[in-house]
């Protein structure tokens, strides 16, 4: 069983940064579980934000938010973050984060079967 816990959301100006960290208890090797954050804004859709491979060494942007958001990944500390800057009122969402342990397209929403509560982020302009 996955169980993964959201930290670090708020409230923040447009144009600053945030830090989201991803804490996750695994029954296996944190290193074997691919990584995603996606985020949901008020009557949309859950979306793509970016995802990291087990390994970390291939990475998913959403092509909107390269650039802002840098996902990085400590499987020493079992845990997975979302640096966020230059941050827009468009960016105000909850934020997911999620795992797999099997193989897939990591920027796929259907690879992941494990996800976390989520944390809100809102950017005020």
């Known amino acids: 069983q996955v169980q993964l816990v959201e930290s670090g959301g708020g409230l923040v100006q447009a144009g600053g940064s945030l830090s989201l960290s991803c804490a996750a208890s695994?029954?296996?090797?944190?290193?074997?579980?691919?990584m995603g954050w996606f985020r949901q804004a008020p009557g949309k859709e859950r979306e793509f934000v970016v995802a990291?491979?087990?390994?970390?060494?291939?990475?998913y942007y959403a092509d909107v938010l390269k650039g802002r958001f840098t996902i990085s990944r400590d499987n020493a500390k079992n845990t997975v973050y979302l640096q966020m800057n230059s941050l827009k009122a468009e960016d105000t969402a909850v934020y997911y984060c999620?795992?797999?342990?099997?193989?897939?397209?990591?920027?796929?929403?259907?690879?992941?079967?494990?996800w976390g509560r989520g944390t809100q982020v809102t950017v005020s302009s």
């Open positions: 999620a795992a797999s342990g099997v193989v897939g397209s990591i920027s796929n929403r259907g690879h992941y079967d494990y």
């Open positions: 695994v029954g296996r090797t944190f290193s074997s579980y691919d």
């Open positions: 990291i491979s087990r390994s970390g060494g291939t990475i």
